[in-house]
Each structure stands twice: as structure tokens, then as C-alpha cells.
């Protein structure tokens, strides 16, 4: 089964990730004139944000198409039985038969995810540069 918690961190980071964006863009708006080293280090800012969105979405879709195939697996399985105890058979024979079903993929946490934290560090990281920059110019 998969993480629920790997899931929950995917939708917090997304969460993060679409509210720095505006921030970012509010240092933009600021009085004080961006140089070259601001606007370029911003940019790379809002590069990795995106990104990190772009990846949470790809996590969450993974995750949805292995709820897809544990759905259609299980109720597969739940017809075998159902099957198999209204023929008064035994339940070595649906056994068997289930045991021929293809199993789902498992949910790993993926490559997905950990792309996710490591472009928001970085944007993070980026944006930091940005204000603090921003603010000993001032």
C-alpha cells in the first residue's frame, strides 16, 4: 500500500511552492532597482518552484494510477471468492485462481517526489538569495 504521508507531503510542498511563486513575483514590484544578479537568481527561483509543482503533480498521478490498479486487483479478487463460495468449492481453488491474477505495481515513493523536495530546496534557497540581496542593496 502506498505512504500516506509521502502523499500528504506532496500535496504540502505544492501548497509552498504555488505560494512563494507570488512572493517571488513580488520582489519584482519592489522600489529598489534589480540587478542583473537579482533578476537572474529570481528567475532561476521561479524556474525550480514550477518545477517542484510540475513533479508534485507527476506523484500524485503515479499514486492515483496505483489506486487504480489495487481497486481493479481486489475487486478481481472479491469476484473469485464470491465465485468460488457460491459453487460450494473451496477456497484452495480460489486461492489458486487468485494467485494467477497479475499483482499491481507496488507504489514506490519514486524518483517523482524526491525531485519535488529537492527543486523546492532549491528554490527556496534561490529566493533567499533574492531578498537577502535585495535587502543589503537597499
Do not use: C
Not at 70 to 76: A, D
Amino acid at each position: 500500500m502506498t505512504n500516506d504521508k509521502n502523499t500528504e507531503i506532496t500535496k504540502q510542498l505544492l501548497g509552498v511552492a504555488a505560494l512563494l511563486i507570488p512572493l517571488s513575483g513580488s520582489v519584482v514590484i519592489t522600489s529598489v532597482p534589480l540587478t542583473d544578479f537579482v533578476k537572474t537568481v529570481l528567475g532561476g527561483s521561479l524556474f525550480f518552484l514550477f518545477g517542484s509543482i510540475i513533479f508534485g503533480f507527476i506523484d500524485i498521478s503515479k499514486a492515483a494510477g496505483f489506486f487504480r490498479e489495487y481497486i481493479i486487483y481486489n475487486s478481481k479478487r472479491a469476484t473469485i471468492y464470491h465465485n468460488h463460495l457460491s459453487l460450494d468449492s473451496t477456497l484452495d481453488k480460489a486461492e489458486e485462481e487468485i494467485r494467477k491474477l497479475s499483482q499491481p505495481r507496488s507504489r514506490s515513493e519514486g524518483i517523482a517526489s524526491e525531485f519535488q523536495i529537492g527543486t523546492i530546496s532549491v528554490g527556496i534557497v534561490l529566493l533567499i538569495i533574492a531578498i537577502t540581496t535585495l535587502l543589503i542593496l537597499k
